[in-house]
């Protein structure tokens, strides 16, 4: 074979190694940011206000928020859905490590899709605010946990020429399901290192995982899943070793 032609697979074989090691950082990078929506995975109760503290308009909504891993895109996320909501029914909450931003992209009861992107602020509320739509209107999703069993979100618009938001309805959301899922002591996922609510199994060993995302993700490579549980492991001995040298 020509040496030119040698050089040629070689390099594209390098951009390959290269760009595979590079959706991994990121995929880690976005798990690690997405970790803060771990108090939130499982199950809740909603009951949904236009107007603070009146029952018109109201409505009662179920949701579930669980991580999705997609093993071909190599890429992790949030997922959140809802049933008999009049607003966000489904959500996928994602990280972009270059902007430093957390990402949705949202679709509504009435089928209308916006994405927005935005921080969390010192106190850990994530704001997220979408970009103008056609009628030249932004939305802002405010997104509150009170304790291990309380959540509120917030849902605001405004024009595109103004700096006031007004209200479009907030959500007071109850945790349902066991009460280890609403503690704050327990097992911890092996996936993500949430609070772990079922277990699976794997060579005789058991492991606690804390939604269906994790469990799939766990039992369609559970060699994978245990290699980055070992590895955070590792990290964390050594931090603790460097920190514990320092003082």
Avoid at 103 to 112: P, R
Avoid at 159 to 188: C, D, E, H, M, Q
Wanted: glycine share 8%.
């Amino acid at each position: 074979m020509p040496r030119a032609v040698l050089v040629v697979l070689a390099a594209v074989t390098a951009v390959g190694v290269l760009t595979a090691a590079d959706a991994t950082d990121t995929r880690s990078a976005s798990q690690k940011a997405l970790k803060r929506f771990n108090p939130l995975i499982g199950k809740w109760r909603g009951v949904g206000q236009p107007r603070r503290g009146s029952a018109t308009g109201a409505w009662s909504e179920k949701s579930e928020w669980t991580w999705e891993f997609d093993k071909k895109k190599n890429s992790v996320a949030v997922r959140y859905k809802s049933t008999g909501t009049k607003l966000l029914a489904d959500g996928i909450f994602g990280y972009d490590p270059g902007t430093r931003r957390f990402t949705l992209q949202a679709t509504f009861a009435d089928k209308t899709r916006r994405r927005y992107t935005g921080r969390a602020d010192a106190t850990g509320t994530l704001i997220l605010e979408s970009t103008p739509d056609k009628k030249n209107q932004v939305y802002r999703l405010t997104i509150r946990q009170l304790n291990s069993k309380r959540t509120l979100v917030l849902h605001e618009r405004r024009r595109t020429k103004s700096t006031f938001y007004t209200r479009v309805a907030g959500i007071g959301y109850t945790r349902s399901g066991t009460r280890l899922a609403a503690a704050n002591t327990g097992p911890l996922c092996i996936v993500t290192e949430g609070r772990g609510t079922s277990k699976v199994s794997y060579k005789g060993k058991t492991y606690w995982v804390c939604c269906s995302g994790c469990r799939d993700a766990f039992l369609e490579d559970p060699e994978g899943i245990l290699a980055e549980a070992k590895k955070r492991e590792v990290q964390r001995k050594r931090k603790k070793a460097k920190t514990n040298g320092s003082s």
